[in-house]
Nanobody
Framework: QVQLVESGGGLVQAGGSLRLSCAASGRAFSNSYVGWFRQAPGKEGEFVAGVTWSGRGTWYADSVKGRFTISRDNTKNTVYLQMNSLKPEDTAVYRC???????????????WGQGTQVTVSS
């Protein structure tokens, strides 16, 4: 069983940066693929970024490529999402998720955190 807790959200001005953390408990985490997803009010959830269990492989949504960077530190059981050049349209609740395959689809992830709010003001 893997439990995930996100942190690092907040209010930032457009053009600013935030770093989200996804802290995990459970020995299976180091073997898990991890993804970040987000959901804005009134919109469907969308994939943001993913990372392989080793951290050597990453993949991103086109909307964040070049601005966001996902990484992980398995010694700390933590995955990070560095978000730079933030835009108002990045405003959403961000959730991390762990699964057994590299995917952009939320149904491929088995364990989910509660989420952290990111608000970008214009």
């Amino acid at each position: 069983q893997v439990q995930l807790v996100e942190s690092g959200g907040g209010l930032v001005q457009a053009g600013g940066s935030l770093r989200l953390s996804c802290a995990a408990s459970g020995r299976a985490f180091s073997n898990s693929y991890v993804g970040w997803f987000r959901q804005a009010p009134g919109k469907e959830g969308e994939f943001v970024a993913g990372v392989t269990w080793s951290g050597r492989g990453t993949w991103y949504a086109d909307s964040v490529k070049g601005r966001f960077t996902i990484s992980r530190d398995n010694t700390k059981n933590t995955v990070y999402l560095q978000m730079n050049s933030l835009k108002p349209e990045d405003t959403a609740v961000y959730r991390c998720a762990a699964g057994s395959v590299a995917s952009r689809l939320n149904h491929d992830y088995d364990h989910w955190g509660q989420g952290t709010q990111v608000t970008v003001s214009s």
